[in-house]
């Protein structure tokens, strides 16, 4: 691979340590796949309802937490800024100071009872890019870092959304759809306990949520 011209070995080795330490710093589709994130049972209830809340537009992340029962707790929408390195660890920086204002950590748990799952929107197709593997790693340490299980990486595109590693899509909403009417009723500070799953679509129309 061919990073352009060095001045002298010493530039040389030192922007190759940092390609090195970029790279480590982002997670292959396969260690994903292998990582044992649990399924959503519900992803279109979870897509549609994070789109209607947060009216996402591109490089919009939107981190959310679910209870046991896949009920959303609390999530949080902000858009990657203008410049900022394809890296997990400034991701995962990114993604624990929002999980750190809307929701309090559950690190003196054995075990986690909440699950963060992260939807990004972004131009492009379906396929993985090496941006969504660094969005994998930092939401997995973010994750760890707060005490809660890493749940499903969700991209939204032109042409839908994809759980990453699952194989799971669907075609609506996509990143040109125009919002739900339901989100000019939306806070971004206070979580508020919905549904996810099976009822959320009425519970949206009656709460106002995130």
């Known amino acids: 691979m061919t990073f352009g011209f060095a001045p002298s070995a010493a530039s040389s080795l030192s922007a190759s340590a940092g390609s090195v330490n970029q790279v480590a710093r982002m997670l292959e589709p396969a260690e994903w796949a292998a990582a044992g994130i649990p399924l959503l049972r519900s992803p279109r209830e979870v897509v549609g309802g994070l789109h209607a809340r947060h009216r996402p537009a591109p490089a919009t992340a939107i981190v959310a937490v679910l209870d046991h029962e896949e009920r959303l707790t609390a999530s949080a929408s902000f858009t990657r800024r203008s410049g900022l390195a394809t890296d997990g660890w400034e991701f995962r920086n990114a993604l624990l100071a929002h999980l750190r204002r809307v929701i309090p950590h559950d690190l003196r748990r054995r075990t986690p009872v909440r699950t963060a799952v992260l939807l990004y929107c972004r131009e492009g197709d379906e396929r993985w890019t090496e941006e969504d593997g660094a969005w994998m790693w930092g939401l997995r340490d973010a994750c760890t870092l707060h ?7 969700i991209t939204l595109t032109r ?14 909403p996509t990143l040109l759809s125009r919002p739900s009417a339901l989100a000019d009723a939306t806070s971004d500070h206070d979580p508020v306990p919905l549904r996810t799953g ?13």
């Open 159 to 172: 042409g839908g959304w994809q759980i990453l590693g699952e194989g799971r899509a669907g075609r609506s």
């Open 198 to 210: 099976g009822g959320a679509a009425d519970a949206l129309r009656r709460t106002a949520a995130r």
């Open 147 to 153: 005490g809660l299980r890493c749940g499903a990486y």
